[in-house]
């Protein structure tokens, strides 16, 4: 691709993509019971394309969220992200570097499609991008597989959205940002900390999820008989009763919840911690579960689910199919959010040693980021599981 405009190639390729994925060009409205409809108008996307006089270089050699300058990389609508009406669904940004490669940004309506679905849309843009005449897999919206039923019945309990008022606000100004990475060692040494069994079945993502959440309890001191609470994201695609077809695109995703006292999260091994996590993973892939969840946003008019100072909410980018992501330059050095938010992201990647794993993010505050850090070299056994994220003053280079 050498000589080759990637913002050309890529705003000519979603002309292409967009015929397939007509509903992304299209506007979101809000019906009876905030009831949400896209009317496919065809009024389009946003594209921009930028020169920034920085190599990829001067970023780092350890991408994680907060990019550096991630504000000037992405052109943003003035609304907040959480209005969803009657803007456009995909924003998108090409921005050229001096050192001839380029970052790509894009920020989606996560009520057309969640990480799953936008990752099928790269993938398909990235074929586009390369020459292809028709994609590898159709896109389906099939949003009625999800839809809720006439008479909508809740029939499991949904934690996720218990909400409650007085708990919501986040009471920290000011947070740190750090990454830690788990590699093959650090897997392996956290599963000494569990049972047998546990060892044998649970994943890395559950490993990993469990012991932040074990450590942040720690660190942050709650009261040893307050309820702490850990939200996750499970995708429901390949679940055999949902039977969601190859080609869907739209959001498949639950929030399960798992709860206990500080004291006995803190106080318990980390079986304790990792058998939560599984329970709460087993109940959102239970049979109607997901209908149950459509049925109660229906029921309470689309609520959002609920989170407080006391919520550790995390998600998993590291099979979503991002990584098939090539827009004809190969495989991008970093996938994966650009900001800080609520939430920490567990991002499949590379250390600076070159040793394939997992980055998870987490912010809390000064004092009880060295509280955590303390707890995390206790569980990993490694002096260099904590990385601190960067912030490099590069405004006046952009």
């Known amino acids: 691709m050498s000589g080759q405009d990637p913002a050309q190639i890529i705003k000519s390729a979603l002309e292409k993509a967009l015929v397939y994925y007509y509903p992304f060009a299209g506007r979101i409205h809000e019906g009876p019971d905030r009831k949400l409809v896209v009317e496919c108008n065809g009024e389009g996307i946003v594209f921009v394309e930028a020169d920034a006089n920085v190599r990829l270089e001067d970023f780092g050699d350890a991408f994680c969220p907060p990019i550096p300058c991630h504000e000037d990389l992405l052109c943003v609508p003035e609304t907040p992200v959480g209005d969803v009406i009657n803007r456009p669904l995909l924003h998108i940004q090409v921005t050229r570097l001096k050192c001839k490669g380029f970052i790509f940004g894009i920020q989606h309506c996560h009520c057309m499609a969640d990480s799953s679905g936008i990752a099928q849309f790269l993938i398909a843009l990235g074929e586009l991008a390369r020459g292809a005449n028709s994609l590898s897999v159709q896109p389906l919206w099939a949003r009625e597989i999800l839809s809720a039923h006439v008479l909508p019945r809740i029939t499991h309990r949904h934690p996720e959205y218990d909400y409650n008022p007085k708990k919501y606000s986040l009471p920290y100004d000011s947070l740190v940002h750090r990454s830690f990475f788990f590699g093959e060692k650090e897997i392996s040494v956290l599963k000494e900390h569990v049972s047998p069994k546990l060892r044998r079945f649970a994943t890395k993502f559950e490993l990993i999820t469990a012991c932040l959440?074990?450590?942040?309890?720690?660190?942050?001191?709650?009261?040893?008989?307050?309820?702490?609470?850990?939200?996750?994201?499970?995708?429901?695609?390949?679940?055999?009763?949902?039977k969601i077809p190859k080609g869907y695109y739209g959001?498949?995703?639950?929030?399960?919840?798992?709860?206990?006292?500080?004291?006995?999260?803190?106080?318990?091994?980390?079986?304790?911690?990792?058998?939560?996590?599984?329970?709460?993973?087993a109940r959102a892939t239970a049979d109607g579960y997901l209908q149950s969840v459509a049925n109660l946003l229906v029921s309470k008019g689309r609520p959002h689910f609920a989170m407080?100072?006391?919520?550790?909410?995390?998600?998993?980018?590291?099979?979503?199919?991002?990584?098939?992501?090539?827009?004809?330059?190969?495989?991008?050095?970093?996938?994966?959010?650009?900001?800080?938010?609520?939430?920490?992201y567990c991002i499949g990647m590379q250390n600076k040693k070159g040793e394939k794993g997992i980055r998870a993010s987490m912010h809390l505050p000064e004092c009880a980021m060295e509280r955590f850090c303390?707890?995390?070299?206790?569980?990993?056994?490694?002096?260099?599981?904590?990385?601190?994220s960067f912030e490099l003053d590069m405004v006046s280079k952009l």
């Open 213 to 242: 959440w074990k450590c942040r309890t720690t660190a942050v001191g709650y009261n040893p008989r307050e309820k702490v609470r850990l939200m996750f994201v499970v995708d429901a695609r390949g679940k055999r009763s949902l």
């Open 308 to 344: 407080d100072s006391r919520t550790f909410l995390i998600s998993e980018l590291t099979h979503n199919g991002l990584e098939g992501i090539d827009f004809g330059w190969g495989k991008p050095v970093y996938l994966g959010p650009a900001t800080v938010s609520i939430a920490s």
């Open 251 to 281: 959001t498949a995703l639950a929030f399960p919840v798992a709860e206990a006292k500080a004291g006995e999260l803190c106080q318990h091994q980390l079986s304790y911690g990792v058998q939560l996590v599984t329970e709460a993973k």
């Open 374 to 388: 303390l707890e995390m070299e206790r569980f990993t056994k490694a002096s260099n599981v904590c990385e601190s």
